[in-house]
């Protein structure tokens, strides 16, 4: 199994550029979800998915978009990429059971200019 | 709204030492995480805790979780080097997938 993987590893982005990092997992997981982590301020949800065309917003969802056309492919899109949206993105996968437990991928390392 | 609060930010500490972090959240949760996470990279998952008064132990940490104030803590043992990271508490909210994450603690264990 390759796990949850994530690409690019890193991107610069100008203001204003659109552009989609990938997620994918090879487990069989229902749930994807979508992270940005910054400095002093932890994780934050930006989306989540419980299952292929079932997606909906967590904590911090302007600006991105998301789609789930199929179990393993969860896409995170920046429409028009902005200075506020440099950050390190994660995404994870959810082995459902008693303890419900996250898988995260290597992580995405964005700067927008 | 469910959040979860950490602290301390940042540990600075002694080889040999013992210390705690605190995770303190705001509503009922079913579990709660504990994970580590090394510079430049991924969350590595090190505690799932269920139910109240449940305790975990892996080599020097020891996690356990008390519901009813709504507090988990992690405690470190005769601290090493190797222990150096940045740790976070993490929340899901009952019935729903949505996990909150604590803001993380930066653990700096000098030899």
């Known amino acids: 199994n390759a796990g949850v993987t994530q690409t690019p590893k890193f991107q610069v982005l100008k203001t204003g550029q659109s552009m989609t990092l990938q997620c994918a997992q090879d487990m069989n997981h229902e749930y994807m979800s979508w992270y940005r982590q910054d400095p002093g301020m932890g994780l934050r949800l930006i989306h989540y998915s419980v299952g292929a065309g079932i997606t909906d917003q967590g904590e911090v969802p302007n600006g991105y978009n998301v789609s789930r056309s199929t179990t393993e492919d969860f896409p995170l899109r920046l429409l028009s990429a902005a200075p506020s949206q440099t950050s390190v993105y994660f995404c994870?996968?959810?082995?459902?059971?008693?303890?419900?437990?996250?898988?995260f991928g290597p992580g995405t390392r964005l700067t927008v200019l | 709204e469910l959040k979860v609060e950490q602290n301390p930010l940042f540990l600075s500490m002694q080889e040999g030492k013992n210390y705690t972090i605190y995770c303190n959240y705001s509503t009922t949760s079913d579990r709660l995480y504990w994970y580590r996470q090394d510079p430049g990279k991924s969350l590595e998952s090190l505690f799932v805790?269920?139910?109240?008064?449940a305790v975990k132990q892996e080599g020097r940490l020891m996690a356990s979780l008390d519901t009813k104030a709504r507090l988990s803590t992690l405690h470190i043992t005769a601290a090493v080097h190797d222990l150096s990271a940045t740790y976070f508490c993490?929340?899901?909210?009952?019935?729903?997938?949505?996990?909150?994450f604590g803001t993380g603690t930066r653990l700096k264990v000098l030899a």
């Open positions: 994870a996968s959810v082995r459902t059971g008693s303890y419900n437990e996250q898988f």
């Open positions: 993490a929340v899901d909210a009952s019935g729903t997938y949505k996990y909150i």
């Open positions: 805790l269920l139910s109240n008064g």
